[in-house]
């Protein structure tokens, strides 16, 4: 191996790329040299090159989609042996966060990106962490490996972690790009249904059909939302994904939610994010798929594995359903107690003995309401050991009147 490697160098102040002759790295007692076998090149590539997506070094490597052979290992890592076949990660935690001294990498809170924050791999050789390689099979060629550090495990990551796509549940995907390619296919091994594509460009649509897209819409002619919900019989999406990174596509993503919906932001944009205000906010917020992160980039559900729902999010109407349910077993209740009245509702006025003290009481049970008093008898009471109940008015909080129960009041009446 000679001292000297090819590489393609970006300087910022004059936004030139040129290949030039630089010194191989070294690797330290933690680091690995790859021989570079292939690399990819991705669109933010393309945005640091024209300036859309500037990077902080003032000349850099490009280059974060990359697959090659382990030339040289450092003293201190462990499991790499030269001659291996690996795929590289498209970046690496800083190991200097709070979330990576507790060993949460994946949760890094200044991710550094292959190509941005240091040399990428655009270049013959590479130094990297041992722990962002991931070994790759002999009959995989290198230049389909190398995609999987990003173009691939992006949106995987971006459906089945952040946006927890399940069987059976419908997406829609904006941008059927680099990354929109593999996302429809990616939607199709999860078994979500339908899959619907939106890209203005017609190639895009028909490339999205082909991997398996339900449908495909072009958001330049199509009424979106609207065709989204016709899709999907009214309900809307489950899942929205933009892949662009632009505040007019998500806002049409989240526009095309349906209740519960979730919308992930996955393409890269230097704009404030802005999504769509409306009366009723559907998810507590858009969670956002970041850049390229570690090989292992599995779903980790906050912590429960094999729960159905990341931990913290709220479902809007929960509490609304829970309050219905609540009166229908209160309903229920009554209705073993006495006889039902008008519109299914419990007769007030009957008696019967109290589980808990054993008095006559008008009907009534411990849990709550039992339905809206009938014309000319008493409110019913929530019984209290002793006999002492609290009534249920439906009305202003100073009409609730505080009554007791008592055998000596009668059938259907509360002593004063």
Wanted: proline letters at 10%.
């Amino acid at each position: 191996m000679t001292d000297t490697m090819r590489a393609a160098r970006f300087d910022a102040a004059t936004r030139q790329l040129s290949v030039q002759d630089v010194p191989v790295p070294e690797p330290g007692p933690n680091d690995v040299l790859v021989r570079v076998m292939a690399c990819g090149i991705c669109l933010s590539d393309v945005h640091l090159i024209d300036g859309s997506l500037p990077g902080p070094l003032p000349v850099v490597t490009p280059g974060h989609e990359s697959a090659g052979v382990v030339e040289r290992v450092g003293e201190l890592v462990p499991g790499w042996q030269v001659g291996d076949r690996v795929l590289l990660a498209g970046g690496k935690p800083c190991l200097r966060c709070d979330a990576c001294v507790r060993g949460r990498y994946e949760e890094c809170l200044a991710f550094e990106i292959m190509g941005f924050n240091y040399d990428g791999a655009w270049a013959q050789y590479v130094v990297v962490p041992g722990q962002v390689l991931t070994s790759i099979p002999d009959d995989l060629p290198f230049e389909q490996a190398c995609i999987l550090a990003d173009a691939v495990s992006t949106p995987y990551a971006a459906l089945t972690s952040r946006a927890d796509l399940r069987p059976g549940e419908s997406v829609g995907l904006w941008g059927i790009g680099g990354l929109g390619v593999h996302a429809v296919q990616v939607a199709r091994m999860v078994g979500a249904t339908p899959i619907i594509a939106v890209d203005p460009l017609a190639g895009a649509r028909e490339r999205a059909l082909a991997l398996g897209a339900d449908a495909a819409l072009d958001p330049t002619t199509d009424d979106v939302p609207a065709r989204v919900r016709e899709l999907t019989g009214g309900r809307g999406l489950d899942v929205a994904v933009d892949l662009v990174g632009a505040n007019a596509v998500l806002a049409q993503a989240v526009a095309s939610l349906g209740r519960f919906g979730r919308a992930v932001m996955v393409g890269l944009s230097l704009d404030d994010v802005r999504a769509r205000p409306g009366p009723v906010l559907r998810h507590p917020q858009p969670v956002a798929a970041g850049p390229p992160g570690l090989p292992e980039e599995a779903p980790r559900r906050a912590g429960r594995p094999g729960a159905h729902r990341p931990a913290g999010r709220v479902r809007l109407g929960q509490r609304r359903d829970a309050a219905r349910g609540g009166r229908r077993r209160r309903r229920a209740a009554a209705e073993q107690a006495g006889q039902p009245g008008a519109a299914g509702r419990p007769a007030l006025g009957l008696t019967r003995p109290c589980a808990r003290t054993r008095d006559e009481a008008p009907v009534h049970v411990h849990r709550g309401l039992v339905g809206r008093p009938t014309a000319g008898a008493a409110p019913p009471v929530r019984c209290r050991p002793g006999g002492a109940g609290r009534s249920w008015w439906p009305g202003p909080r100073s009409s609730r009147a505080t009554a007791r129960s008592s055998p000596a009041a009668g059938p259907g009446r509360t002593a004063p």
